[in-house]
Structure formats: C-alpha cells, structure tokens
C-alpha cells in the first residue's frame, strides 16, 4: 500500500505501510468521557521528521489539563507528547536514522495517544539496546523533569535536604531515586499508607502525610528548614511548602495536581525570609541539543547502573486512556502509567 503519499525523495518508506492511524482523542473539553477512538489517515512525515509506529505511550498530568480545557487547545484533540517506538518512515533531509530503529521522545511529536506518531527528527532520541520499549517510553517526561528540576532549576548537592511531594508519584519516585543518589536526604508526602511504602521503597528517608507537613519537615530539619521544596501538588501545598522553605529557600513549582495555585502577594516572600518561587516547564529545560544529550545520557546510565528504576503503574489499552484519565485524577495511581496500541 506505499502509494498513500505523494513524497519528494529521498523520503524512505517500506512497502506495506497500513492505510490508517488509530487514534485517541478529545472531542471537546470536559471529564474523560470526551475521549473517543477514530481511524484517521496515516500522518506523512515532512521535511526532517520521522513517521513512528507506537510500542508503548505515556500518560502524563499536562494531558489531563489539555483535555479539561486548563490549557487551551483545539478540540477535536489528540493528546500526546511522550511515546517510544519503530521508525516507520523517514522524511525528506533526516540522516543518521534507519527504517525500523528505536526513538523516543517527550517533546518533539504530538498526538502520541495512537497507533504512529509523527517526530522532529532532530529532537528525537535514539534508544540504546539494553533499553526496553517499556523503559523508553516511560522515562523521557518524568525522566527528564526529575533531572532539570534537580540539576538545573535548583542543583541540590549531596548531604542536602530536600522536600519533594506526592513521593509515589510518577515524577515523585524518580525524583527521590535521583537525589538519592546525589547524596541528598528525601522527605517526601503521600496520602496514603500503600502509598508511603511505595515512596520509601523508592529511597526516601521521612514520608509524611499532606496534615502538618511543614510542621514536621521544620521538626526533622531542627528548626532550620528544607533549601528546597520541589511541588507538583500546586493549590493544596503551596502554602505548606513555603512554610518548610529554610531562609533563602527556593520553591520549585512545578505542577498543580490538585489545581492550579491562585495569585499570590510577593511581599509573602520577603517576610518569610527572602525565599525564591519559580514555576518551569520542561521545554525551558531541553534548549539545544546538548541539553537533551546530557540529560539523557545520564538518565539512561541511571537506569543500567541500577540508580533509577522506572514503576509501571499500570499499562492500558489505547482505546481506555479515559480509564488511565480518570485514575490519575482521582489519585488511584501510583508511578508511569503507558498505554499500548
Ligand atoms: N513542569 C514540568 O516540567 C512538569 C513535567 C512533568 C510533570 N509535571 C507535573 O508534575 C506533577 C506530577 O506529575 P505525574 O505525572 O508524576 O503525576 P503523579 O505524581 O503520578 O500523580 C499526581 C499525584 O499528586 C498527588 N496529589 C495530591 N493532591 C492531589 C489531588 N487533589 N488530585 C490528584 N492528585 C493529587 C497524588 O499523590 P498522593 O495521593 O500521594 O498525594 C497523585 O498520585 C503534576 O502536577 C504534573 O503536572 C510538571
């Protein structure tokens, strides 16, 4: 069926391209009944990019925000960013990629929740052997944000301690896995007894509930505080977490799981003893790149020196990404949550 396309060479395509990409996608904003599944064509790749057949897509909290109507997008919507597998197709100028070869990428493709994705081949990574399809998909997001926020947003050494919420979390056991072996010391939150054992299982050193935890995080630090918070939680947290913050401290903001945190008096900053608030976004944080190799060098060295161990949460089929919607928003989840075509 390669006659789907009418593609300039040196375009590489195989012969027995399917005719259709199934995909996932919003058709409006609202809850995730809004999902539906639909057969559109096969997406052709242009000039630089590479046409990708799905093993496995991640799941991630941003998704939730696009389908709700938090971030704005055009419905109907085909979220995604976050998928590994095949190289189907190869666009007009790529070099140094070749039919059948292993990527991943959390930045660089859109409408990953389907069957092939299309990816800028120049931010495209490609999948070293000992790597599993699995593995691939599920580090890049959460992967990548767990090194920039701990190497680049604020760079924590070792012997440090640090408070970094929802600690079984997908971010959150990567997280503390990561700065453990940086050295520092992990205090973490979770909501649950399950959950707190999955946390500690990840390395870390205090897991408290969301009740009192700037109390207790003050109790563990002598009085002093922690130099950093990392929070992912947002509305719920903020204020805890600047109440845990040592002088000088800096909160890094970095999701709003349990909604987005409502404008907020800087003068709060200068009382509290000159702290530091920043909210980042992945995409300030792989500019170039060398920013992608090096992250990405380190955290697939992490993963085969045993430091990083990815948890799969739960794995569903493509056509129930309103099922893996509905579990994360209800806090059912814990870890990477992939679906598979
Ligand atoms: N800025 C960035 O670059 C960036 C990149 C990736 C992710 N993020 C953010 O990082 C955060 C974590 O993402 P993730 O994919 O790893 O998700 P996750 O941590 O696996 O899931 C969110 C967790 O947040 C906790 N939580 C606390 N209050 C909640 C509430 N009211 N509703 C739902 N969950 C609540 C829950 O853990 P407990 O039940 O234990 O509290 C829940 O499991 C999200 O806010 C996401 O947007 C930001």
Not at 2 to 23: A, F, I, K, R
Not at 84 to 104: F, H, K, W
Not at 134 to 153: D, F, K, R, V, W
Not at 239 to 253: D, F, I
Request: overall charge negative.
């Amino acid at each position: 069926m390669g006659n789907l396309w009418h593609m300039s060479e040196p375009t590489v395509y195989p012969e027995d391209l399917p005719d259709t990409n199934t995909v996932v996608r919003a058709t409006a904003a609202g809850g995730p009944e809004v999902f539906e599944s639909a057969q559109t064509p096969l997406p052709e790749p242009g000039p630089g990019q590479l046409l990708v057949t799905t093993a496995a897509a991640g799941v991630n909290f941003i998704e939730t925000y696009q389908r709700s109507g938090v971030y704005p997008v055009d419905y109907p919507f085909v979220p995604g960013t976050e998928a590994a597998g095949r190289i189907l197709a190869i666009g007009e100028g790529v070099e140094g990629y070749s039919l059948g070869q292993r990527v991943t990428t959390c930045e660089a493709a859109t409408g990953t929740y389907a069957s092939h994705f299309l990816v800028d081949a120049a931010k495209a990574v490609a999948v070293p052997d000992d790597i599993t399809d699995e593995q691939a998909a599920a580090l890049p997001l959460q992967g990548a944000t767990a090194h920039y926020l701990i190497n680049s947003t604020y760079r924590v050494s070792p012997g440090q301690t640090v408070l970094t919420h929802a600690g079984a979390g997908g971010v959150g056991q990567i997280l503390t896995q990561l700065l453990k072996a940086k050295g520092a010391r992990v205090i973490t939150t979770t909501s649950t007894e399950q959950k707190a054992q999955i946390a500690q299982d990840a390395g870390a050193d205090h897991v408290l509930g969301y009740e009192n935890f700037a109390e207790e995080v003050l109790q563990i630090t002598n009085g002093e505080g922690v130099a950093v918070v990392y929070d992912g939680v947002g509305k719920d947290t903020f204020a805890g977490s600047l109440k845990s913050l040592a002088v000088r401290g800096m909160l890094v903001l970095f999701g709003g799981a349990s909604g987005q945190v409502p404008p907020f008096d800087l003068q709060e900053l200068n009382k509290a003893g000159g702290l530091f608030v920043t909210r980042p976004a992945l995409h300030w944080y792989l500019r170039n790149a060398e920013e992608r190799t090096w992250r990405y060098t380190e955290l697939f060295s992490a993963l085969t020196n045993g430091d990083l161990t990815l948890n799969i949460g739960a794995t569903y089929p493509l056509a129930e990404a309103g099922r893996a919607h509905e579990d994360l928003e209800s806090r059912r989840t814990t870890g990477k949550l992939l679906l598979t075509p």
